[in-house]
């Protein structure tokens, strides 16, 4: 398996991510129980100023929060893609800070999500770690 498809599957992986991520986003105001249901009510209806903006809810937040995810993960897989078509070394340190970034993600989904989101994480690091080293070994022939 050369690096290309290595990273394109690496960014399908990620883009998989990034939907599942992203109809959480969509959808944790519709939660299941009667504590949970309380809690969102609570976030949408209680409004305070914060840094200059007036009538904030922290469901505003946690909803923007979870956009910036998405952004953030849509962005990783654009890279991915368009750095498979690259067999250099050039594209090296990118792919090097990617993969130290996808790994950075995977350690706070450990901390605050669920082993789901972390195995999406671990496997496209694996992919980027693998392509890295089959542009490596390319390289050194």
């Known amino acids: 398996m050369n690096s290309k498809l290595l990273l394109r599957i690496a960014a399908v992986v990620m883009l998989l991510h990034c939907l ?4 959480g ?4 105001q519709n939660p299941d129980g009667e504590i949970p249901t309380e809690v969102v009510q ?3 209806e209680v409004q305070f100023s914060f840094m200059g903006k007036d009538g904030s809810t922290m469901a505003e937040f946690y909803s923007g929060f979870g956009y910036v995810g998405t952004v953030f993960m849509l962005f990783i897989v654009a890279l991915l893609w368009v750095l498979s078509g690259y067999k250099d070394r050039t594209v090296m340190p990118i792919l090097g800070v990617t993969a130290v970034a996808i790994i950075s993600l995977g350690i706070l989904e450990i901390i605050y999500f669920f082993p789901m989101a972390v195995a999406f994480c671990v496997i496209t690091a694996a992919l980027v770690a693998l392509a ?3 542009i490596n ?3 050194a022939k």
Do not use: A, D, N
Request: without cysteine.
């Open 42 to 44: 609570i976030m949408q």
């Open 25 to 28: 986003v969509m959808t944790w």
């Open 20 to 23: 599942g991520h992203t109809f």
């Open 132 to 134: 890295i080293l089959k």
């Open 137 to 139: 070994k390319m390289e």
